[in-house]
């Protein structure tokens, strides 16, 4: 070695040591974060506060509308207070919120309940008025301090406490309190049943492959990702389409194979569909580096190969539900963009291919929530059941965490569970690098809308998709807003077929024939229309009365072929292609 080479080569040591340090220096700072987050339950408390001082800051700035809300809460006292002199509450229709469920019970109609009723009403009329239409204020702080007020108001409203709630002070009185006895005896069931990780009494009832994810299939293909299900016809002749369902991998899929009677699989197969299903693993840190794309390809397009073997030289029927439409969605512009034509049709149900109006989830996702979010998930390898089930009951807090308490601990009349409701408590965990790319390019960047989603290292969009498309939305619906939903059709190169339905992100889905209830709006949409937006669509389409089960059999029929074959299912058995026992499966079952 020269005497000139030797700096060099000490420099190179010098500069690689040091990356080698700055590596082990951002380890540790991403284990300390992670390791703060889940202590934290994943919520990043500067992004909350950062909110706070939005609000707080420009609302002190705005001398027009603290007198408008001062003018808003005098209007209020005044009315209340003419009210109690009166002795006579206007009823709560007449209030904001007039269809409030908390409130619906005939017994909050009596003084002075009434009054306390109104006064809660008024009060998050308020907050909701003090958190809009502040002048510099960002509309994503906005929302999140309009909702953090409104939690804080919920959880402190007279129907959540013994003394001001009727209906418990009435149970109280006919059973001479045994409704706080019995009550007691429960929370210190829950608890205890909760300690040792067990279900909350009478969900244990629900057991899958006894009473629920009962239809008769086998599992056709496995890899580290997904099992594939063939379900057993019922009919001599089916549809010559094969029919492949992507569920979400949020939750487990049987919310489409629940109890026989609100099967979605099971009404297809009787209605003469060769049913797939992808029942996909619930993860574990082994898969923390498994990628959004991974779902795509060793997924929906291995699923989709794997059913050309099984009934070769058929195009088939695909459907996606919540997050699996949305990424059955890429893999259909993909698809469509490379001229592969094996989608007879596209069916997206309560599913977002469009993220710029999320809903309630966005609250949950900026830079710095982010950050702490992919932080905690480095550690763990994985976003917990506990931590997704967590932020998912704070969305619904009235549904999930204050009318529970009311009616479990309070009534000491718990409502007896159903199977969704056992699907609910039966939660996954989520690969870390999935969520990361997940939350990142489609909710923050809104990537596959803009066009900037990448699949084989080409960009795919929306306008890609020029297959049939049937798309569904929920008039609840948190998770994906029916008017986010919607925008497939803006965005889309497809004739479109738009369904709107009644009820939440799951309830709609789970919509047998015969539900009471029941009812949907539809409308179809060429591809070279006009867009019609949400609201003037919603004010024109007639509603319905019944399941939307049959209206989109008829849909899928438009888009079959006439020709009825023999069901392959039982050649299959004897066709030299491996079985991996009989549904639903192995994957199912993991915890």
Sequence with gaps: MTPDQTPATRSDAGTALSGHSTSLIREFDRGRRGRFGILLGGQSP??????????????????????????????????????????????????????????????????????????QLAAEAQWHAATRDIPGMGRHHAKRVDFLGSFMLNALAPVNFAWTNPAVLDAAWRTAGANFAAGASLLAEDIARLARGKQLKGLEEFKIGENIALTEGKVVFRNELMELIQYAPTALQVREEPLLIVPAWIMKYYVLDLSPANSLVRYLVDQGFTVFMISWKNPGAELGGTSFDDYRSKGIMTAIDMIGEIVPGRKLHAVGYCLGGTILAIAAAAMDRDHDDRLASLSLLAAQTDFEEAGELMLFIDESQLALLEDMMHVQGFLDTRQMAGAFSVLRADEMIFSQFVERYLLGQPRTPTDLDAWLADATRMPARMHSEYLRQLFLDNSFAHGNYLVDSRAVALKDINTPLFALGAERDHIAPWRSVYKVELYSSADTEFILTGGGHNSSIVSPPGKTGAYYRISTCDA????????????????????????WVRWLDAHSSSVRVTPSFLSNATGGLPSYGPAPGSYVFQT
């Design 528 to 551: 070279s229309g006009k867009y019609v937006d949400p609201d003037t669509w919603l004010a024109s389409a007639s509603q319905k009365q019944g399941s939307w089960w049959p209206e």
């Design 46 to 119: 500067w992004a909350i506060l950062q909110a706070w001082e939005d609000w707080t800051f420009h609302l002190m700035l705005s001398s027009g509308k603290q007198i408008e809300l001062c003018e808003m809460a005098w209007e209020a006292a005044s009315s209340l207070g003419r009210a109690v002199l009166e002795r006579e509450v206007p009823g709560i229709g007449s209030g904001p919120k007039s269809d409030d469920r908390r409130f619906r019970d005939p017994c909050w109609k009596r003084p002075p309940f009434s009054l306390l009723a109104q006064a």
